[in-house]
């Protein structure tokens, strides 16, 4: 045994439970402890079984990347006063919120063409904002000449970070626990994460298992950026099958697989499910319809394979399944479509 | 003591702390215990205080009508298979659905020009619509022939019954035991209720004023519809001041209060704070966009009485405020407007 595991503050080599429990208690006092949510009528779309909504949408900055950013932020040294990344999403928020807990500054690089709306939210959090070309090594050479000009900063990447993956891992370790309490201790038998980066299902895959190893982790993908289904099924990590990055409408789940995510996908994932964009858009519709919630593209990718003939199909024996609904910033223009969309929802 | 007050299935004569209770064990099987949440932006723009949204958008039906419809239904006798009402709004779909619930019939009498959305939303729930004239006497004298058909039938009226007030009671019971919960029993200082028919208010006051009577208890008008803010003032129950019904946008509010539910309201409910139809539009897109809730307008007076010049200028030793977001059926074009509004929802 390493002399750094005594320490529980320090920085975790990889993603573990002992790094999400850690997590759990450094971030408590900052992020929300989201309320789990249930509805009668998803039960009986899905097929007679029992869901748990976690409501990260009601996370702060709107999804559960505030967790990992809050993770990470307080696990940078005292000495570290400038927090940099790129992002043009939810990691962005996150990230510019979690540095103002720390009271130390956020430096984000942004596409030059993301929404007014977006770069606005972030700056409201109080980070610097310095835009780039929209492409992989505009982002990349942008964010390195930010932290190159201030010394001792540090760079958080969205999921590809044990510190990350620990904080989105705490979801995993409350969903089981308020289904067990829920449910008068039954607890749940399968969970249905939204994968894009794989920050979240590293970290919930690794949560879950290791409380209860027979609950089943289900990884949601849209078709049009389905990199986790083809690695799953090849074996080996595969990028996209297209030119650029896919034109889903679920913007969190356009990114691809990381080297430390991807052997947990491929360990500790038993599954992963694909979704349309039809879907996707439906399953959005309804949840607001049933119950109020208005998710964001990529919280709907979750309902839509819970929904799915693969998840339906299931041994009626996985009684009690989990939906992260990992976030509710939606685009305003899009709402307003669905909304305006016709009277008759339901597929089932 | 009379004999029927040992029998927990009475049916009570007024509102009670001890109806109420008996009205949380009657109905907590089927209705949703809803969650309490916060949001540290509300707390800032509310001068500081700790704000406490008890989340009814989110009971069965999408408000608090659920729980007194639920009430008075299982409390009718076992040979009533036939429940009546009228009502265009929440009640409506609140009692046909807490008739499916002791499998009896709901025969719901709707004004012919209701939004077919709502009509649609009730028959839904399986009652059956008689449509009326849109008038008082239309609806009354509609309802009262359909009572006469079916000759064990029960009427139940949206406020103006201690079952239903007991009923709606129970979201101050929950409430004040989840604040306590939540802040490791320092417990609330007040509580906002929106005031229409007066069967939330009644309920909710006469719970928390037995549980503490310290916690003050105000009123939410629209001041379009200040009947009961008129009637306090004056200390005698006073209509409407305008010809016909309201035009605020805050349909649930839009009627007055009744002969059971002012005596709570000129006793129990401390002050009536009313807001403008401009406040109510404000709060409600502030609440989404802060903390992706969707509340339908009523709900958003409670948010706007809590943020008037009124309330912000009690005392700071009124730290902890509840305030009931009693539903959340929102038009679908009213939200549509409201997410075109401009980008700048923030008044302070």
């Not at 540095?99 to 956020?106: H, I, R």
């Not at 979750?302 to 799915?308: D, P, Q």
Request: with cysteine; charged share 20%; glycine share 10%.
């Amino acid at each position: 045994m390493e002399e750094a595991s005594h320490e529980p503050s320090a920085e975790p080599e990889a993603v573990s439970i002992a790094g999400i429990r850690q997590a759990a208690a450094r971030i408590g006092p900052h992020v929300h402890y989201t309320p789990v949510m249930t509805c009668r009528a998803l039960d009986e779309m899905s097929g007679g079984r029992e869901v748990f909504l976690k409501c990260e949408l009601f996370q702060k900055t709107g999804s559960f990347k505030a967790r990992g950013a809050c993770n990470a932020v307080l696990l940078t040294p005292p000495e570290c006063r400038d927090i940099v990344t790129h992002s043009s999403g939810n990691h962005a928020q996150a990230l510019a919120w979690a540095a103002s807990v720390k009271g130390v500054n956020a430096h984000i690089v942004m596409p030059h063409n993301s929404m007014a709306v977006k770069v606005a939210a972030v700056r409201d959090y109080g980070a610097s904002i310095t835009l780039c070309e929209n492409t992989k090594s505009g982002r990349e050479t942008t964010a390195a000449a930010v932290v190159s000009g201030h010394p001792l900063s540090t760079l958080i990447h969205p999921y590809n970070d044990p510190r990350v993956q620990c904080g989105q891992g705490t979801v995993g370790l409350e969903l089981v626990q308020q289904v067990k309490e829920q449910t008068g201790g039954a607890g749940l038998d399968a969970v249905v994460v939204p994968v894009g980066g794989g920050g979240l299902i590293t970290g919930v895959a690794t949560a879950v298992k290791a409380l209860c190893p027979g609950i089943r982790v289900i990884g949601a993908e849209p078709s049009k950026a389905a990199d986790a289904f083809r690695s799953k099924q090849s074996g080996s990590l595969q990028g996209h099958d297209c030119e650029g990055m896919p034109d889903t409408i679920a913007d969190g789940l356009r990114t691809t697989l990381g080297s430390t995510t991807w052997p947990v996908v491929r360990d500790s994932v038993d599954e992963i499910v694909t979704v349309s964009e039809e879907e996707i858009r439906l399953w959005m519709r309804v949840v607001y319809e049933r119950m109020k919630l208005v998710i964001e593209p990529s919280a709907a990718v979750g309902v839509a394979a819970l929904m799915s003939p693969r998840v339906r199909g299931m041994p009626q024996d996985v009684k009690r399944v989990g939906v992260v609904l990992c976030g509710g910033n939606v685009d305003v223009t899009l709402l307003q479509d669905l909304l305006a969309g016709d009277g008759n929802p339901l597929p089932v």
